[in-house]
């Protein structure tokens, strides 16, 4: 209705009501794509590296013995733990290391966890070898279980005066070939696992582990790209198609991925939520994968310094899989915020945001031959408290 001036009446006219457009869901973008820094495109980053040589493998009977790892599958599970960005020295990284420590079962080893992956980022800063020291070896003292490692973009960063080798103070300590143990490990008295590089395939009871190295850029991770080159995403292709092969109905072992960078991750850290996710790097993984017909039970990450919890829906050989990729850079780093709200999905509908903490923690992880469970720990002060339990039904491939 229009009104006009003086005597005249109100004279009504035709209008069209066009309804509002329907709200779009809530999303979190960082996942869909990445904001790209002004200049810099994707075959530009990451800093080249030596790629180790075979098939960079190792059998964790070859640490344990046989006698150990025939009490492990007596058990029907095996236990581990996995964290990263620890490497700052903090106390709030001493009381994680001492909380995973008191989980160790030293009457019955085969009881609790049997060893620890961190995720990366095990020393922040210039003077890595010396930083080894505090930061690592006294840290984890009382933590006598071997611990292997990826290393995370600052375990690779560059400082001329002190580091001018990436990865150098990583390879020196966790990559030294056996029998000789590292010098600092020695002088601690800590055994070290002779890993064949930074990126690895471990073959344990109930569970094979993919380790990747995602490089050294401050945001986003690549194992593939014009820079880094192809051999270790070549690697990955050939490790997969290998476990795919030697699975069978009556040995389904877990697959974990681990890799520092989080495939998917809500924060951008010029915000100071954290990282984004690193969508080429997945592209990549999901090749291999795709090549391999085989997907993983779970992928763990770091970098971004929260607990987050993404589930992500794939389809292989036309069964619907429910997938946890989970963020766990909570072992001492200062802690980012949270990116809210939760339970949101990505635009394709495909991965669910379904949990956050800001919280110092670690994951206990336990494998047998038909589950998968994953529980978070926090950590404050004396105190714990499991945050979240998820549990992968291996059959189905779906979170239970």
């Not at 190295?213 to 070549?234: C, F, H, R, T």
């Not at 980012?336 to 669910?352: E, F, H």
């Not at 110092?360 to 105190?383: C, M, P, R």
């Amino acid at each position: 209705m229009t009104t006009t001036k003086g005597n005249s009446k109100p004279k009504s006219s035709t209008k069209t009501v066009v309804p509002p457009a329907p709200l779009p869901p809530l999303q979190f973008p960082s996942v869909i794509a990445r904001q790209p820094e002004a200049g810099v495109h994707y075959d530009s980053l990451g800093i080249p590296f030596q790629d180790p040589v075979g098939d960079c493998t190792m059998d964790l009977q070859t640490f344990f013995g046989a006698p150990a790892i025939a009490k492990i599958v007596g058990t029907g599970q095996i236990i581990f733990h996995s964290m990263g960005d620890s490497g700052v020295g903090h106390s709030e990284q001493e009381i994680v290391a001492e909380a995973m420590a008191s989980d160790i079962n030293n009457a019955n080893h085969e009881l609790g966890p049997s060893f620890m992956v961190h995720l990366g980022d095990v020393i922040y800063g210039p003077n890595k070898q010396a930083n080894y020291v505090d930061r690592f070896y006294r840290m984890y003292d009382h933590y006598n279980r071997l611990i292997f490692a990826i290393p995370g973009n600052h375990d690779g960063e560059i400082f001329p005066a002190t580091d001018p080798g990436t990865l150098d103070a990583f390879k020196t300590n966790f990559c030294t070939p056996g029998p000789a143990q590292p010098p600092l490990a020695q002088q601690y008295g800590y055994l070290m696992p002779h890993q064949p590089g930074p990126y690895w395939h471990l073959q344990a009871p109930f569970v094979d582990i993919i380790a990747l190295y995602s490089n050294a850029d401050e945001n986003l991770g690549v194992i593939n790209n014009a820079k880094v080159g192809p051999k270790q995403k070549n690697w990955l292709q050939a490790r997969l198609t290998a476990i795919a092969k030697a699975r069978t109905s009556a040995n389904r072992k877990a697959l974990l991925i681990a890799v520092h960078h989080p495939p998917y991750a809500r924060g951008f850290s010029n915000t100071k939520y954290g990282h984004p996710g690193s969508p080429e790097m997945l592209q990549d993984i999901d090749d291999c994968c795709a090549n391999a017909g085989i997907l993983p039970d779970a992928v763990l990450a770091g970098h971004t310094h929260s607990y987050q919890h993404y589930v992500r829906t794939q389809t292989l050989n036309g069964v619907e899989c429910k997938i946890p990729y989970l963020i766990i850079g909570t072992g001492g780093i200062g802690l980012q915020k949270i990116p809210a709200p939760t339970g949101v999905r990505n635009s394709t509908g495909d991965v669910l945001y379904y949990s956050a903490f800001k919280d110092y923690g670690y994951l206990t992880i336990t494998a047998s031959k038909t589950h998968l469970q994953l529980l978070f720990t926090a950590v404050v002060a004396t105190h714990r408290e499991v945050r979240e339990q998820i549990t992968v039904d291996l059959a189905s491939q779906r979170i239970m």
